[in-house]
Structures are given as structure tokens and as C-alpha cells.
């Protein structure tokens, strides 16, 4: 797709009217009234997953996001109440930050890690007694990261992947380039869209670009497409910082393309994407 048709594409979709929008989306797209709900969903669709596994004979796998961070409070409380035991759960978490200069992630005391942010968000709160094995929470490393791949075909393949959309369609790291959707686990530098929103957005390093992450380790694409389910979402914080709102409306309708990764799950057998109904608005102004 030309970049002068996406234009014309975007243009298209955000004039839209909501109710027409989920119409178009044909299923794919749910929208609730408050983000409170959509937190609410998303931690109990996950939990409703979990507990399918704790019936089974055999662990079932999910790639795992570190955000959106609301949804996991909620999970933890759902797990405690429900004394649901998590040791049929295996989590191939999505990506972490590495440094800027050499092939290893980011210190794990950094406020910026994946791998720190999740024990409080999550591990933390869990009574310990529910929690799977510690070997069955997995990040990518640099040691791992070229065996990831074969480690989740011998596991028996993503039940469910879980993730956000970034503002240019990324899912996990995996940002606009020829061949996305093919794309294996790997280090990457990470696009200046992504670092620019994330570094304002919600890190609290108030908007330090100089010395925020250029690099970071992700989950390929292509395993986030071959799991047998997949559940995004993405959505406005607030009401002063809007920036979903067409990025949305590209991942429920827009036209497959590298140039927004999400698109290429469009066509995926069992997707949802999940927001609330503020997001889904059409901008006031439709350049």
C-alpha cells in the first residue's frame, strides 16, 4: 500500500461514526464505556484462560505484554479469589529495553525495565502458593532470543497472545518494516514515534529522550500471529493526551500493510481488540 492510499484510507476510517466503525469491525473490535471496564475485561478474559488451563493435563502457553499495567491488579485479585493455581500457565513475556550500546538488557532496577516493573504490577501480589514455577516465566534475552522461536513450537504454541498497540502499529517491538509480519525474535532500534511517545506518556523520565532506550529485545511478529488467539487493545490515558484514536481505527480496519504491523492481524481467525468508546471517537479534526 502506497503511503498516498494510507492517507487516503485514514481519512476514510476517521470519518466514521463509532457505531459504524464497530460495524465494520465485524466482531473484531469490543468497546466499553469507561477504561475501568475495559481493564476489568481484559483481566478477566485472561484470568478465564488461566483457569481453563488449571483443568488440563498439559501447560498452555500465552505471550504476555508488561503494558498495559491496569489490568494486572485486577488479575492478581481474580487469582487469590478464585484460589486459581497457575501451574498449567507458562508466560513468554513480550520484550524489554536493552542497552544502548551492547547486547544486554537494561538493569532490572531500572524503572524503565519489563522485567522489574512486573514482580510489583503482578508476581508480587499473587499468593505464592498459585504461582507456576519460576522456569515458566520467560523473557527474551540475548541468550535466548534466536531459540525462543523453536522453544514455543516444542511447547505446543501460543494459546493466546495479549499485547497493546503502539501509536504506529506496533505489537510488542515489532515497528513498520518491509516483511513484518515474517519477523522472529530479535534486538532492534526502536523508531523515534515509539521512544517520543514513551518517554511522555507514561515512564515518568518526563520526556528524557537523550537517554531514554534506542534499543530493545522483542517477541518476532510472526509468533504473535501464529498464536490461536489474539487480544489487543489500546486506548487514550486521558482526555488531554489523545493519540489512539486513529491508530485504532487503522488496527480494525485498516488495509494489511508493513507499514502498521498490527494490520497484518486483521485477517487473523480469533481477534480482538479492545478500547474504550472515547478513544474510539473520530478526532475533532480530520486533516
Known amino acids: 500500500m502506497t503511503h498516498k492510499e494510507r492517507k487516503e ?3 476514510e476510517i476517521l470519518a466514521l461514526d463509532t ?3 464497530v460495524k465494520r469491525a465485524k466482531g473484531q473490535l ?4 469507561t477504561l475501568d471496564e475495559v481493564y476489568d475485561y481484559l483481566a478477566e478474559e485472561m484470568v478465564k484462560e488461566f483457569a481453563k ?6 501447560i498452555v502457553n500465552f505471550i ?3 503494558g498495559p499495567t491496569q489490568p494486572y491488579r485486577l488479575m492478581a485479585e481474580k487469582i487469590n479469589y478464585r484460589q486459581l493455581n497457575l501451574k498449567n500457565v507458562r508466560f513468554f513475556f513480550m520484550d524489554e529495553y536493552v542497552d544502548d550500546e551492547k547486547d544486554e538488557l537494561i538493569p532490572k532496577t531500572s524503572p524503565l525495565s519489563f522485567r522489574g516493573q512486573i514482580g510489583p504490577l503482578l508476581f508480587n501480589r499473587i499468593r505464592p502458593d498459585l504461582m507456576m514455577p519460576k522456569d515458566q516465566i520467560i523473557f527474551p534475552t540475548p541468550k535466548n532470543v534466536k531459540d525462543l522461536p523453536k522453544m514455543i513450537k516444542d511447547a505446543g504454541g501460543i494459546e493466546v497472545c495479549y499485547g497493546g498497540i503502539g501509536i504506529h502499529g506496533h505489537v510488542a517491538f515489532n515497528e513498520p518494516a518491509p516483511g513484518v509480519a515474517e519477523s522472529n525474535p530479535r534486538i532492534l532500534e526502536i523508531n523515534e514515534f515509539t521512544r517520543t511517545i514513551d518517554s511522555t506518556r ?3 523520565v518526563g520526556g528524557n529522550l537523550e537517554n531514554f532506550p534506542r534499543r530493545a529485545i522483542t517477541m518476532g511478529m510472526k509468533q504473535c500471529l501464529e498464536a490461536r488467539k489474539m487480544l489487543l487493545m489500546t486506548r487514550n490515558e486521558t482526555t ?8 485504532l481505527r487503522i488496527a480494525a480496519l485498516g488495509k494489511p500493510g508493513d507499514d502498521y ?6 485477517y487473523h481467525k480469533n481477534l480482538r481488540i479492545v478500547s474504550d468508546y472515547g478513544t474510539a471517537q473520530k478526532p475533532r479534526f480530520n486533516i
Open 9 to 11: 484510507e485514514v481519512r
Open 64 to 66: 504476555m505484554p508488561v
Open 53 to 58: 488451563a488449571a483443568k488440563g493435563k498439559k
Open 261 to 266: 504491523p498490527v494490520t497484518h492481524a486483521r
Open 19 to 21: 457505531d459504524e466503525l
Open 30 to 33: 469490543v468497546l466499553f464505556p
Open 202 to 204: 507514561h515512564c515518568g
Open 240 to 247: 488531554a493526551y489523545l493519540w489512539a484514536n486513529t491508530i
